[in-house]
């Protein structure tokens, strides 16, 4: 099951992929993916309107380096000209386009983009004809099941992006108004793959290695995108790995954590300066001590932290005890 994956004229080692995720996938998020086995990355979603309108702001989000490579870079709008002008924006800065047509998100949704574009096929299909006319990159789209019950039209749309030039299609199968509520219902990306002659990736309550290895199983899809489960949790990518080749998966030491998240810090800080790269870090290495004994008194100190050298103490304090059962 695992195996390379072909999306137009990129060719993949293998099918484990890293889903866009805002505020999340940005440049040492991905260094580390890639690290423990992505085979592809995403940016963070970025807005057509900022690349076209505002600039440096935006082009920041696509920030890259040869390590990062390859990247997919996923934009999210309304209006296919700006779309069109935004892809061919971005076309230099990575190796594959996504179109955003399944974020939940109210702000989002709110601007006619996301998954409110389910609502509008015809919409959907001028915004891939107009950025397959732009740009010759892989297209790919991410979508939900529908909009709402009663409305799961998945796979009108897969077959729209499929006729009008897309080489795959993700399909995360839930509805808009479930949010990230409730089961994915991966039998919906069984069914889009017996429907589509381009690549059909699963997306959808990927937390443990058993969960990737049950979804290529189950779904028979081309490749997987890991979104919420990879945050703080790198390691899923190697123990999918791992599983997939009928190996016993070795989850992270405490050690590792450390070593990672002290990474993780210092790729921040290079490129946002000290300040701005501990609070980014909060989050990470909340995420990161999952597990561990102490984690809530941990969270609870490192996010009064604003200086580095405090947090690098309080870090190295909390991942230096004892090894002990990280699950």
């Excluded at 919420?228 to 989850?251: K, S, T, Y």
């Amino acid at each position: 099951m695992l195996r390379p994956l072909v999306i137009g004229t990129l060719n993949l080692p293998h099918n484990l992929i890293l889903a866009p995720m805002a505020g999340v996938t940005d440049l040492p998020f991905r260094l580390l993916a890639r690290r423990y086995g992505a085979a592809l990355c995403f940016t963070e979603m970025v807005s057509v309107n900022g690349l076209v309108r505002e600039g440096e702001r935006s082009f920041d989000l696509v920030r890259s380096e040869p390590a990062d490579r390859p990247l997919g870079i996923q934009i999210f709008g309304d209006d296919p000209e700006m779309m069109a002008e935004g892809a061919a924006l971005v076309a230099g800065y990575g190796d594959l386009v996504d179109i955003n047509m399944g974020c939940p998100v109210r702000k989002v949704v709110g601007s006619g983009a996301g998954s409110a574009l389910l609502r509008e096929p015809r919409k959907v299909a001028a915004i891939i004809r107009a950025v397959r006319r732009r740009i010759s990159l892989p297209v790919t789209v991410k979508i939900r099941s529908g909009w709402q019950a009663g409305e799961e039209n998945y796979r009108e749309i897969a077959a729209i992006a499929e006729s009008e030039g897309c080489d795959a299609v993700t399909l995360h199968p839930r509805l808009r108004s479930q949010m990230f509520t409730g089961t994915a219902a991966w039998e919906q990306i069984a069914d889009l793959k017996t429907r589509l002659g381009i690549p059909v990736i699963g997306s959808g309550d990927l937390f443990t290695p058993r969960d990737v290895v049950e979804m290529l199983a189950q779904s028979g899809c081309d490749g997987v995108m890991i979104a919420r489960g990879g945050m703080g949790n790198p390691w899923l990518f190697r123990e999918a790995r791992q599983l997939l080749a009928g190996e016993i998966p070795v989850p992270p030491t405490t050690v590792e954590r450390r070593e990672v998240s002290l990474c993780h810090l210092a790729k921040l800080a290079e490129l946002r300066g000290e300040r701005a790269a501990v609070r980014e870090m909060r989050k990470h290495v909340s995420w990161y001590a999952r597990g561990i004994p102490g984690v809530a008194a941990f969270r609870a100190r490192v996010n009064q932290l604003d200086e580095m050298t405090s947090f690098v103490s309080v870090l190295e304090e909390f991942f230096g005890q004892e090894p002990h059962g990280d699950r």
